[in-house]
DNA sequence: CCTTCCGTTAGGCTC
DNA sequence: GAGCCTAGCGGAAGG
């Protein structure tokens, strides 16, 4: 393919705000916060209309150079050889793409307006254990969500037990680590420095990495399994209810 | 276009381990360690030679939904729609698209054999202060890297300082946090198990998060600033060097 | 197989 | 703008 005709068919799409898609043999060179370089193949590469580059090899889930949105792109022939230039500042990085062969561009608008609806997230843990406290355990009653424990951060939910204890919810959507429960107990050391007592602590999520339980153990925090896709059918249900009712 | 023959050639595609690229007006749907949905929009649709699958909406650096490597993928039609399935298992996940319109498809075999090469990384931070010590301090004479601090997991570098000072160094590329500084503790905790003596901490990194400064004090961690880039080219030279003298 | 940790993490939110 | 945290994180290395 002709590459002078290419670059101003990618030109062209750029001014246009068009999605372009091209197909070449090319060599990928990228310095910014590191630096990469990859030699002659063939590979995908996709021009966003807000600016995003992407380069694909034939394989993997992951781009294997990039630009994020707003990068300015230009587009030159150099050496006989198409030239696509990605820039962007704070952090400065360049990317710089060099086609010595184009087999397909393909440049078009696309229209999408649709919203992207996500379940199943952390958020909506919080939400579902809100709604129907009994998913940590009977008689808990939720207080707060989001609240600041001093310098650590925030606590997922903060409420009382049956039994009036205070108690510190951390809600984690995969298995919980060492880690998580450190942070709990960072929480934890605020809160007892605000109150004056140690309050429960119940770490919420679908399982414990096996390391993670000599921390539990050891810090007497304890574990109550929920899983997101759990929280997700609460939600639903209620919606479904609330909407029967309404 | 005609649905059943783009289905056809999708087909094909997959076979002959070719890279797919579809544009189209599509819905798409995933339900799996989370659940989402996207209603009907224009998007571009990859599915690449290993079972990877990828939808963009025309913005943004990220894909809106996808599949890794090694899923299953079904192509048919359904009450007049083109639909596209990609399910893995372990985590058991589920992707489909219905497609109402394509605008375009390619089906093209792609070789690319190239090495990717990346540079100034953590990996390169550490090779440089092994071949170039005073990168830390004058004086400073590494002695091990990647050696084990017991169930705390691995220490970057341990060396001794110019007054023989055993010294820990933990490597960031990027500006290290407190949770930085609490994993660099729990390495010497283990050191001082072992060794019967505190040793001196020292983190490398081209910044300090503010946060992470009040642990720093706290510890007596020391700070050390060192860039990814100021490693890398340390380590060109060094390479050049080596070149010069064989 | 599971765990741990890095990444040009990206992206979203708050201060 | 900088800091902080989540993610369907993905991916790699090590046990």
Same mark, same amino acid.
């Given at each position: 393919m002709d590459l002078e005709y290419v670059a101003e068919k990618i030109r062209e799409g750029i001014r246009s705000g068009s999605l372009i898609v091209l197909t070449g043999l090319m060599e990928v060179y990228y310095e910014g916060r590191a630096a990469s370089s990859l030699g002659p193949g063939e590979r995908l590469l996709i021009i966003k209309q807000d600016g995003s580059l992407l380069v694909h090899r034939p394989t993997g889930y992951e781009p294997v150079n990039w630009q994020p949105p707003g990068s300015k792109i230009e587009v030159f022939l150099e050496d006989g050889v198409l030239v696509i230039e990605a820039r962007r500042m704070n952090p400065e990085e360049l990317l710089k793409v060099k086609i010595k062969s184009v087999y397909s561009v393909e440049v078009?608008?696309?229209?999408?307006?649709? /919203?992207?609806?996500?379940?199943?997230?952390? /958020?909506?843990?919080?939400?579902?254990?809100?709604?129907?406290?009994?998913? $940590?355990? @009977?008689?808990?009653?939720?207080?707060?969500?989001?609240?600041?424990?001093?310098?650590?951060?925030?606590?997922? $939910?903060?409420?009382?037990?049956?039994?009036?204890?205070?108690?510190?919810? @951390?809600?984690?959507?995969?298995?919980?680590?060492?880690?998580?429960?450190? !942070?709990?107990?960072?929480?934890?050391?605020?809160? /007892?420095?605000?109150?004056?007592?140690?309050?429960?602590?119940?770490?919420?999520?679908?399982?414990? !990495?096996?390391?993670? $339980?000599?921390?539990?153990?050891?810090?007497? &925090?304890?574990?109550?399994? &929920?899983?997101?896709?759990?929280?997700? @059918? &609460?939600? !639903?249900?209620?919606?479904?209810?609330d909407r029967f009712l309404a």
């Open positions: 078009r608008k696309l229209r999408d307006l649709a /919203e992207f609806a996500m379940y199943a997230t952390e /958020e909506e843990m919080k939400k579902a254990i809100l709604l129907d406290p009994s998913l $940590i355990e @009977e008689g808990f009653k939720p207080m707060e969500d989001e609240r600041r424990a001093g310098r650590a951060g925030f606590i997922d $939910i903060l409420g009382v037990d049956s039994s009036g204890n205070l108690t510190v919810i @951390e809600i984690k959507r995969r298995n919980a680590t060492a880690e998580d429960i450190r !942070q709990l107990i960072g929480y934890v050391n605020e809160i /007892e420095k605000e109150f004056g007592r140690k309050p429960r602590m119940i770490i919420a999520a679908p399982g414990i !990495q096996k390391s993670a $339980i000599r921390e539990l153990t050891r810090y007497g &925090v304890e574990f109550k399994c &929920v899983t997101p896709k759990k929280c997700h @059918e &609460v939600l !639903q249900r209620r919606r479904g209810l």
